[in-house]
Every structure is written in C-alpha cells, then in structure tokens.
C-alpha cells in the first residue's frame, strides 16, 4: 500500500459499465512524511474519501480486487483514510 491525498472528484457521464456506481477521485501520491510527489490518478474510491484526506491505495490486480462483487477496470485503488502517521527514522 501507498499514500496519496485526495485532491479532488472526477466524474464521468460515459464509463464503462463495471465502474457503475463507483466514485472516483483525483489523487495525489505523497510520500511518508505527506509530500507530494508530483503524480497523479484517477482512483476508485472504496471508503467515499474527501478532498484533502490522506489516504492510502492500492494498484493493478490489488486494485481490481478491492470491490470482490465486480471486475472493475481500475489500476489505482483508494481502499483506506489514514488517521495518523507515526514516522520514525531507522
């Protein structure tokens, strides 16, 4: 799993079938400390995110598998809302 933080909703009128009912979000990757890094997906959104959560996510087959009802086309999932991040150097 990775961190990413929501920067915003997408939404289609024309998708594919499977992604019915699916909400989608803009996320940014960020990297343990919360920085940005730059990349950004369009992930479905299992846990109904908002703009500005921390979340953490999955991808390819991982991805598919977090909604075990469909098969989803999906390469980036967002499966979880972090609360807190304890970062402690090794």
Same mark, same amino acid.
């Given at each position: 799993?990775? +961190?990413?933080?929501?920067?915003?909703?997408?939404?289609?009128?024309?998708?594919?079938?499977?992604?019915?009912?699916?909400? +989608?979000? +803009?996320?940014?990757?960020?990297?343990?400390?919360?920085?940005?890094?730059?990349?950004? *997906?369009?992930?479905?959104?299992?846990? /109904?995110?908002?703009?500005?959560?921390?979340? *953490?996510? !999955?991808? /390819? /087959?991982?991805?598919?598998?977090? *909604?075990?009802?469909?098969?989803?086309?999906?390469?980036?999932?967002?499966? /979880?809302? !972090?609360?807190?991040?304890?970062?402690?150097?090794?």
């Amino acid at each position: 799993m990775r +961190l990413g933080r929501v920067t915003g909703k997408v939404w289609a009128t024309a998708k594919d079938a499977q992604l019915s009912a699916v909400k +989608l979000a +803009l996320m940014e990757v960020v990297d343990e400390h919360g920085r940005a890094t730059g990349k950004l *997906f369009v992930a479905a959104d299992t846990i /109904g995110c908002r703009e500005g959560d921390l979340v *953490f996510w !999955v991808s /390819g /087959g991982e991805a598919v598998r977090a *909604f075990p009802d469909k098969n989803i086309p999906s390469d980036v999932t967002i499966v /979880g809302l !972090v609360d807190q991040l304890d970062v402690r150097p090794l």
